[in-house]
């Protein structure tokens, strides 16, 4: 599950310095960080809109654009995949409720 991720981290990254007149990546990047978690959290919010309607197809659909934008924001931000990954698999088997209860 995590290659499909790890491949569009490494075409995102690929993307940094290309032109943004042809690559929707670059001109997302190119705008900054601030703009690329707008666009994330657009996304998310189509994709609770989605859930909400009940439309697995579409939820679908919303939900890979969610991940695309969530990487393309941690890519702004210098942020690899890996860490995030790492902070998920500390986390694992850990209580949610404990997990919120030690922040």
């Known amino acids: 599950m995590t290659d499909i991720l790890s491949r ?3 075409t995102i990254a690929a993307r ?3 032109d943004p007149s042809t690559s ?6 190119s705008q900054g960080p601030e703009k690329t978690a707008e666009k ?3 996304e998310a919010v189509e994709a609770v ?3 909400v309607r009940g439309d697995p197809a579409r939820l679908t659909a919303e939900a ?5 934008h969530l990487l393309v924001m941690l890519a702004a931000r210098d942020v690899p ?3 995030v990954l790492s902070e998920l698999e500390r986390r694992e088997g850990t209580s949610g409720v404990d997990e919120k209860a030690s922040r």
Do not use: N
Request: hydrophobic residues 55%; proline residues 0%.
């Open 8 to 10: 569009l981290e490494a």
């Open 16 to 18: 940094k310095g290309a």
């Open 24 to 29: 929707w990546t670059a001109k997302l990047l």
């Open 40 to 42: 994330f959290g657009e």
């Open 49 to 51: 809109i989605e859930a």
């Open 64 to 68: 890979a654009d969610v991940l695309y």
């Open 81 to 83: 995949l890996s860490d």
